[in-house]
């Protein structure tokens, strides 16, 4: 039985419509005007016990939307939506026990307090066995690195330290389900390892669920097995990271250096059917489909021709993938795959 | 409602909180004692002025009513609707609702918490203005003074669930400034803080008598003083109890109408 289960969720705004400068204020004052705005537009889907899922998206897609109304804190406008058995806002302090959440715009530290003290707030509310409190506490002080700032004020320290603290916090009562909204945003390189590190291995180690929102693609390929993509409210794409690799980002590109320009691209061409080749005074790429050529076919096809130098390869990016499917420029499986399956995978 | 120690170690957090800021604290001392005396300072040149009593009230008996009036309106954080309408506005509400905590629970926990050390700052202060005006009545016998404590005591929680209905609103509207300082008038007015209410025209006594600000001020201070008989004591306690249970429930509906209303903002 799935643990998140979503049919139809919906959740509608109202928006205030204003023009423009003081006139527009003017008017709207004595005008209101609203207009109704779906954040999110009838999805379904659903997570089984211990998945680890990226919720993908551009600004304003209804990612954050989808992750407050798992968390109870938004009501639905329509739909269905039961969460480890529950409805989430109906049960919004029987859902929050097992359910743990990392804000990355936001901390939930007390700001003026030292962070130990806001984690034995923490072990308080949720009410954590001491022994495991104790526990946990000590062992995520050491992997998350917190023993140096535990004695600051939350108002002191900084942004990496803080968002340790909080997936500390987050994580101290075992919850089932782990909502991370964002979590590296602003972080340096290091700072994200461990994060990722340590999520990851809460998933491994105690089958933790993981919806993981993040702009960040480094998040999702260390932490996330399969990828949902909503776009104007509506799921886009719902299906293993893997299969939207092969089927989307086919593509490599070879980039050769060479020592004298090409006389002539014909021979090449003609030797490279359905490849593309450009060339740009010593360089000559070829983008070609890593299922129908080898790297090496490609290779052996150009170097009668020139003289090589160099060369080197590019890996099919997700980032690449995920850009052109925000900017309308690769339409996945047109409706929504009710199995988690990619359309023609 | 089982858990009641989070809500104990919220308590204590705000507590923490408090003495954080210790420079607002001073600056805020400072500023209730230019209060407090100006408020004793009126009264007295009124006193002077028609020497006896007043409405039934001694100089001595007024200058307790004053201290009263201070001590029970230091109590809680006035600005409560102001808070709300922040975390509203900056989206920190979506952090207290993904805990397992009730939210009108956890927002009295944290204001009551303070409540002994603002009570003992306002005693202090008080206590040294009233020595400067030559002391105060004090209740007459013990049981006066318990049933003066029971009243405050209610008087907190009237406040307390007032100030939380308002902050609702704040959901339904960008700010609350103007409905905070609407509300602190009236409040003023009609609690006693000011003037007691004896020296009001009988139509307005009659509208505060049906509204809960009198028992905010004016029936803790009454019962101070052992101005009413042993019955009319119980009917104002009864009242006041009235009251507060009767805001914090609505307030609970409010909340219910809120959280259908509530939208994140910041993302």
Known sequence: MPIIEARGLTKKFRQAVKEPGLVGSFKHFFNRKYKDKLAV??????????????????????????????????????????????????????????????????????????????????????????????????????ILGLAKFMNLPAAKISLGQRMRADLCMALLHDPKILYLDEPTIGLDIAVKDRIRQFVRSRVEERGTTVILTTHDLGDIEDICKR??????????????????????????????????????????????????????????????????????????????????VDFRIDEPEVEDLIRKVYLGQLSLSPDAPETGELAGA | MTGLGKYLAMARTSIEIWFVYRTTFVLNMIGSVFY?????????????????????????????????????????????????????????????????????????ASAVGPVPLEFCSAVAVGAVVAFMFGGIALPADGAH??????????????????????????????????????????????SGALIPLVFFPDWLRAVAAVLPFQGMISTPALTYLGKMDAPTTALMLGVQAFWAIGLILLGRLAWRGAQRVVTINGG
């Not at chain 1, 969460?83 to 530290?109: M, Y």
């Not at chain 2, 009264?43 to 002025?49: D, H, P």
Request: aromatic content about 10%; some cysteine; proline content about 5%.
């Open chain 2, 36 to 108: 407090v005396f100006a408020m004793f300072y009126l009264w007295q040149t009124i006193f002077l002025g028609s020497p006896g009593a007043l409405a039934g009230f001694t100089w001595p008996e007024m200058k307790a009513y004053l201290l009263v009036s201070f001590v029970l309106g230091s109590l809680m954080p006035w600005f409560a609707e102001w808070n709300m309408s922040m975390d509203l506005k900056e989206g920190r509400i979506a952090i207290d609702l993904a805990r397992p905590i009730d939210f009108q629970a956890s927002r009295f």
């Open chain 1, 227 to 308: 990828i949902v993509i909503i776009d104007n409210g509506k799921i886009i794409h719902d299906g293993d990271l893997a299969a939207l690799k092969d089927n989307y980002a086919r593509d490599r590109v070879i980039h050769f250096q060479l020592a004298r320009p090409p006389e002539s691209m014909a021979p090449i061409c003609a030797g490279l059917p359905a490849c593309e080749l450009t060339t740009d005074g010593l360089r000559l790429s070829v983008r070609f489909d890593r299922f129908k050529f080898a790297a090496g076919e490609i290779a052996a096809a150009v170097m009668p021709h020139v003289e090589v």
């Open chain 2, 145 to 190: 003074a318990a049933v003066f404590l029971v009243s405050a005591a209610l008087a907190t929680l009237i406040r307390f669930g007032l100030v939380y209905c308002v902050s609702m609103t704040a959901f339904w509207t960008t700010g609350t400034d103007g409905i905070t300082v609407g509300r602190m008038a009236v409040q003023n007015l009609l």
């Open chain 1, 41 to 142: 537009d009838h999805i379904d889907f659903s997570v089984e016990a211990g998945e680890s899922v990226a919720y993908l998206g551009p600004n304003g897609a209804g990612k954050s939307t989808t992750i407050k109304m798992l968390t109870g804190i938004l009501v639905p406008t329509s739909g269905s939506l039961i969460v480890d058995g529950l409805v989430p806002h109906e049960k919004r302090q029987q859902n929050a026990r097992s359910i743990g959440v990392v804000f990355g715009q936001r901390t939930q530290l007390w700001w003026d307090i030292p962070v130990v003290e806001s984690f034995n707030l923490a072990r308080d509310m949720y009410e954590i066995p001491v022994k495991r409190y104790r526990d946990n506490l000590a062992q995520f002080t050491e």
